[in-house]
């Protein structure tokens, strides 16, 4: 499976964005997904996750300003942004989610990595 990331850009701090992630290739039902970010000399860090049965998850960070979900009609996750930060600036790469719940927070317990969509936050 490839996953593409699409829908960053850049926006002044405040305003709102959505992420997609589209699969292609083989169809699969994964039991989770997930959004990191890396921005510039940083450690990538996770965002948020979404788990079968619809359970989410975010880092603290992001906790009340973004959302993630899945259509599973066409199995595309979205990240919606709100109230965006010039720290929220980064690269955000979804991915797959292959770990046991405990791990839904660990970059290592993922695969099938995207190829990234940059956010910028202007101040």
């Known amino acids: 499976v490839q996953l593409q990331a699409s829908g960053g850009g850049l926006v002044q701090a405040g305003a709102s964005l959505r992420l997609s992630c589209a699969p292609s290739g083989p169809t699969f039902s994964p039991d989770g997904m997930g959004w990191f970010r890396q921005a510039p000399g940083k450690e990538r860090e996770f965002v948020a996750a979404w788990r079968r049965g619809g359970f989410t998850y975010y880092n603290d960070s992001v906790k009340g300003r973004f959302t993630v979900s899945r259509d599973n009609s066409n199995g595309i996750v979205y990240l919606q942004m709100n109230s965006l930060k010039p720290e929220d600036t980064a690269t955000y790469y979804c991915?797959?989610?292959?770990?046991?719940?405990?791990?839904?927070?660990?970059?290592?317990?993922?695969?099938?990595w995207g190829q990234g969509t940059l956010v910028t936050v202007s101040s």
């Open positions: 991915a797959v989610h292959r770990g046991i719940l405990s791990t839904v927070r660990l970059s290592t317990s993922y695969a099938y």
